[in-house]
């Protein structure tokens, strides 16, 4: 059974930075895409950034480019999203999901099957 959890999430001031986290278990790390989304209220949920765990190539959003890294260790099967420079419009529900691989840089929800509970992000002005 996939197993997704997040966590890191919290209050920060806009300028700040936060890193998530998202353990995983159950499938195999080192060749599965792993992607974060967030869901703000009132709106879509959106591919935020993705990894494909199989040779590490990474995807972004444009609005988060040069803000937000992703990474992975594949020794603690766990993904990272470090954020930097973070504004009152990150905030959001951080999501984890993964599937076999990214789908490209539009990382659409729907293709992605397995999600974690999700981390709550707020950004204050």
């Known amino acids: 059974e996939v197993q997704l959890v997040e966590s890191g999430g919290g209050l920060v001031q806009a300028g700040g930075s936060l890193r998530l986290s998202c353990a995983t278990s159950?499938?195999?790390?080192?060749?599965?895409?792993i992607a974060w989304f967030r869901q703000a209220p009132g709106k879509e949920r959106e591919g935020v950034s993705c990894i494909y765990t199989g040779d590490g190539r990474t995807y972004y959003k444009d609005s988060v480019k040069g803000r937000f890294t992703i990474s992975s260790d594949n020794a603690k099967n766990t993904v990272y999203l470090q954020m930097n420079s973070l504004k009152p419009e990150d905030t959001a529900t951080y999501y984890c999901?993964?599937?076999?691989?990214?789908?490209?840089?539009?990382?659409?929800?729907?293709?992605?099957?397995?999600w974690g509970q999700g981390t709550q992000v707020t950004v204050s002005s």
């Open positions: 999901a993964a599937d076999e691989y990214c789908a490209g840089s539009r990382m659409p929800a729907s293709f992605f099957g397995s």
């Open positions: 159950g499938f195999t790390f080192d060749d599965y895409g």
